[in-house]
């Protein structure tokens, strides 16, 4: 009965913080610190920095992972699974109902010009998110050779494919050279390959059943599951891969540029993982199938982009310790933060392409940059404040 009702406050809490955590992943990790182990005391400072150290090394989002880590910690899985849908859930419905409301506007023709200063802000958003994980991560030649690399890479092939080849290559060159990190003493890595096999089972029956059926709402569940499975760096390094595959991809094509733009801004807004943005795609992909179907759309999609990482982290936080001993596997998240940077870095540029190469554009931009850099206004304000001067000046 007393560990029930602990796993009711700390559920009460991952609410809290899901209400309340604005920032992306580098913020998160500040609320975690406070609520959970200053206020809670659920973990140590230490034990946090280590869950979160062993998140930046898996695919999926940060975070998330780190606060789903932290439950398993506490109640095991399912006290995770929980913590996953209590602190996600939230924003992912605000986002799929940002969906739905912006696909309902373009149904009755309205005009959205009214958003026409949050898609440069959005630029800016992602600018500020490069510059503050490069200053960060990126300390080294090498790192800012492969950071430059990806970037440039990643603009000139624009294609959902090159994306987890980069952050291979990066990590891979990083590896070669583990002898400069400390040698520590190895232990004996005992491997349970359940949550392994499921993470690969469910990607290879969606791939299996959306190529079979070809219906749309598998096929988002695959191409975000997928997605979710190979990008590292949390919702910022996700940004360029979904503009991709699901704006400029000409097999897909679910939404244009403008509305990619407009929601990512909204996203921002809003406390909560990035990642939720994915229940918005899903829903304006779903846009010809009625509310019902954006509302379909919108959650297999936010399933999709949140399962991996979840299944993931239950495979390898039962032997991080043995792990993390190994010298070369320290040193290949070094290669693989750098691209990871490089990738917003070439996002930041790809998501100003399809703006009006106007001053008022420009200026959006980068005010919202120096905004973000030199002020402490909150990022929600800023996108109000983004909105009612487009009504304003309508």
Known sequence: MIQRIRYIIFLRDVLKLALTSFGGPQAHLAY?????????????????????????????PSSTQTLTAIGYKIGGPNLAYLTLLVWSLPSVLIMAAAGIFFSGIQEKNWSLEFTRFIQPMAVGFVGYAAYSICLKTVHSATGIMLMMASAIVSFFIQSPFVFPAILLVAGLATALNYRRYPRQEKKKIVVSWSNFFLWIGVL???????????????????????????????????????????????????????????????????????????????????????????????????????????????FVIRFWESLKTFRAVRASLEGITAASTGLVVAAAIILFQPLANTFTSVGFAIGTFALLTFTRIPHPLIIIGGLLLGLVLK
């Open 32 to 60: 975690f610190q406070r609520v959970l182990v200053e206020q809670r005391q659920y973990l140590t400072a230490d034990e946090l920095m280590e869950l979160n150290s062993l998140c930046q090394i898996l695919p999926g």
């Open 204 to 314: 290879i029956a969606a791939a299996l059943l959306g190529a079979l059926t070809r219906w749309l709402p598998i096929r988002l569940f695959e191409n975000f599951y997928r997605n979710g499975s190979l990008i590292f760096g949390g919702g910022q390094v996700l940004i360029p891969l979904m503009y991709t595959e699901f704006v400029q991809y000409a097999p897909k094509q679910y939404l244009t540029a403008q509305e990619f733009l407009t929601g990512y801004a909204f996203a921002q807004s809003l406390p909560g993982p990035v990642f939720s943005f994915s229940s918005y795609i899903g829903a304006l992909a779903m846009r010809d199938y009625g509310i019902a179907g954006e509302l379909t759309g919108a959650l297999l999609s936010a399933a999709g982009i949140f399962l991996p990482g979840t299944f993931l982290i239950f």
